[in-house]
């Protein structure tokens, strides 16, 4: 494949008028910013959250290095660096200083019609996404065992995928705790799956240590459900538009929250989510956004 790939890249670049390159961390990458500044391209490039760290992050040294090869390739006034989030934005100009970057958000579908289903008396709280030790799932099952309510007054679904060792950590830890009568894990969902989970929560609990976005959170607020976050998401609009709590990713800070919101007009804070997806998450604003980026990059390029 790598070597097709090669074959052909230099052709379909020389034939674009602006080439977009996702990720960093990949073979296409270094051919890709190779031809671009060969062939005088100009070059959207998205690192999707490659270049943010947190203090478990792996392969550090070999990362930087990465970013040093790619820095020399790297034709400053031909090519946009595209962020989701200020945060992202941040520490990828602080990787690549003096590359130009932007800021456009994530698309989130909007379903035409929200279901809700009749909690029965419990307080359905949901994580939707990766397994992975930077989502800070541990940290939400520490906060869980700390809730006052009894077991049968609330419920948490976990419902993602990730690494066989560590799911297994998870599930272990959740007996540790005593919590298996309240804590299910429903493994990878899509499509009709992930709507009826939307459809059978109270709130989503995001409490990742980095996120360069986190579009569970948009899916939820599209879905009209209020959101916890934790401040490693670039989600502090949540409390400013009273649609969710922005808090410390620590289990203190994640325990006073969900007691804090279960008391809080759910239905009103769905109701103001859902509306701020409608007036700046939808594709039909995103799309327009990323295209003027495109444009941009071409107009600037034909000036050079």
């Known amino acids: 494949m790598s ?36 062939l005088q391209k100009p070059l959207v490039w998205s690192p999707r959250g490659s270049l ?22 790297v034709v400053k006034d031909r090519v946009v660096l595209h962020t989701t989030s200020t945060d992202e934005a941040e520490q990828s100009q602080n990787r690549f200083p ?35 030790p930077i989502k ?26 990730g690494e066989p060792e560590y799911a297994n950590l998870l599930k272990a830890k959740v007996a540790k705790l005593g919590l298996a009568a309240a804590v299910d ?12 989970i939307f ?30 976050a934790g401040k490693g998401t670039p989600w502090r609009e949540l409390e400013t538009n009273r649609c969710g709590l922005w808090v410390d990713n620590n289990p203190y800070s ?8 279960r008391n809080m007009p759910l239905g009103e804070m769905g109701r103001r989510g859902r509306a701020w997806m409608e007036n700046e998450f939808s594709w039909q604003c995103i799309s327009g956004q990323m295209l003027s980026v495109f444009q941009d990059c071409a107009a600037v390029n034909r000036r050079l």
């Open 254 to 261: 994640l325990v006073s929250a969900i007691r804090e919101i």
């Open 52 to 73: 943010q760290r947190w203090e478990g992050s792996t392969r550090v040294r070999l990362k930087v290095l990465w970013e040093k090869a790619c820095r020399n390739l």
């Open 185 to 196: 894990f429903l493994g990878e969902v899509s499509g009709e799956a992930k709507e009826n």
């Open 98 to 132: 003096g590359v130009r970057t932007v800021i456009v958000h994530n698309g989130v579908e909007l379903p035409e019609n929200i279901r809700k289903t009749d909690a029965k008396g419990q307080f359905r709280i949901t994580y939707l996404g990766r397994l992975h």
């Open 199 to 228: 459809a059978n929560s109270d709130i989503v609990v995001v409490p990742s240590y980095v996120e360069n976005f986190g579009i569970v959170i948009a899916e939820a607020l599209a879905h009209g459900l209020p959101v916890i």
């Open 136 to 161: 800070g799932i541990e940290c939400l099952l520490d906060a869980c065992q700390m809730l006052d309510a009894p077991c049968e007054l609330w419920h948490l679904n976990i419902a993602g995928s």
């Open 3 to 38: 070597a097709g790939l090669l074959r052909v890249l230099g052709q379909y670049i020389g034939w674009a008028d602006v080439v977009h390159l996702i990720a960093v961390y990949s073979f296409p990458t270094f051919p890709t910013l190779a031809f671009c500044g060969r």
